[in-house]
């Protein structure tokens, strides 16, 4: 057994979190699993965190008891990445220790199940468009007043759950902030809202306000394929377009989209 599989053994045993079993992959596994994650670790965390390259998908679901059918008080999330060489990238820097989620090293299983090939069409959108299952709302002729209410509600920067801790009001922005006095431009709309409209198209796992030199708001899907329907639906003056034609859209970062730092030796 090699040092990097060693230790996440050894990190099993010491944080319960951790479920270490690895199968060997073949070349074109492109789906990693963390089962037991606590329902106290959402999954904001765990991908904020993660690298190697952007996701096609983030599931979701509650880690099943073997043979029983019933539902443990924990979670399993599966990364299915974009390309198979960057799950292999993220699976072994995790065995590394050094991929912390709230303080707990993290290692992530293979699927032992393989992968299918991503659909074709999903697959020409992020070739030919750079399609991420991250949309970036912009708004159109964002004021310095705008941005600064923003950034006193949620600071600079922002991330995936970046706005729970928030308490939402009229505009998107906390009434905690309005209560300090601090100028507050309403934006027509909310966070809650915002994210009911645009699950119309697929699952909304997080909406997001990052606080830039203009006003935007993130909006991460479960995966690329709802992520591309609701673009598809904005650029053809849908319904939502229509409601947010003060906002531009345009396809956001995905957090796992970085490379994974190289090794400390």
């Known amino acids: 057994m090699s040092s990097t599989s060693l230790l996440c053994v050894l990190l099993s045993h010491t944080n319960q979190a951790i479920n270490f079993y690895a199968v060997s992959p073949d070349s074109t596994n492109r789906i990693l699993f963390f089962k037991g994650v606590p329902a106290y670790v959402g999954v904001n965390d765990v991908v904020a965190q993660a690298c190697g390259g952007p996701l096609e998908?983030?599931?979701?679901?509650?880690?099943?008891?073997?043979g029983t059918g019933e539902e443990a008080d924990d979670n399993t999330i599966e990364f299915h990445f974009v390309e198979a060489e960057h799950a292999r990238n993220f699976y072994h820097y995790s065995r590394t220790g050094r991929y912390i989620v709230n303080g707990q090293p993290f290692c992530p299983q293979w699927f032992f199940q393989g992968s299918d090939p991503i659909d074709p069409e999903v697959m020409v959108h992020i070739s030919t468009e750079g399609a991420r299952r991250v949309l970036d709302l912009t708004l159109s002729h964002g004021s310095k007043d705008e941005v600064?209410?923003?950034i006193a509600t949620y600071g600079m920067g922002g991330g995936p759950g970046?706005?729970?801790k928030s308490g939402v009001g009229v505009g998107g922005y906390s009434r905690e902030s309005k209560r300090r006095g601090v100028k507050v431009v309403s934006l027509g709309t909310n966070i809650a809202e915002i994210q009911r409209d645009f699950e119309f198209y697929g699952k909304v796992i997080s909406v997001v306000p990052l606080a830039t030199t203009q006003c935007t708001i993130s909006i991460h899907y479960e995966d690329v394929w709802s992520a591309t329907k609701a673009?598809?639906?904005f650029m053809r003056r849908d319904f939502v377009s229509r409601k947010y034609k003060s906002w531009t859209i345009s396809y956001g970062h995905d957090p796992v989209d970085r490379p994974c730092p190289g090794s400390l030796l």
């Open 57 to 66: 998908k983030v599931v979701v679901h509650p880690t099943m008891f073997g």
């Open 148 to 150: 600064a209410a923003m």
């Open 162 to 164: 970046g706005h729970e």
């Open 231 to 233: 673009y598809a639906a």
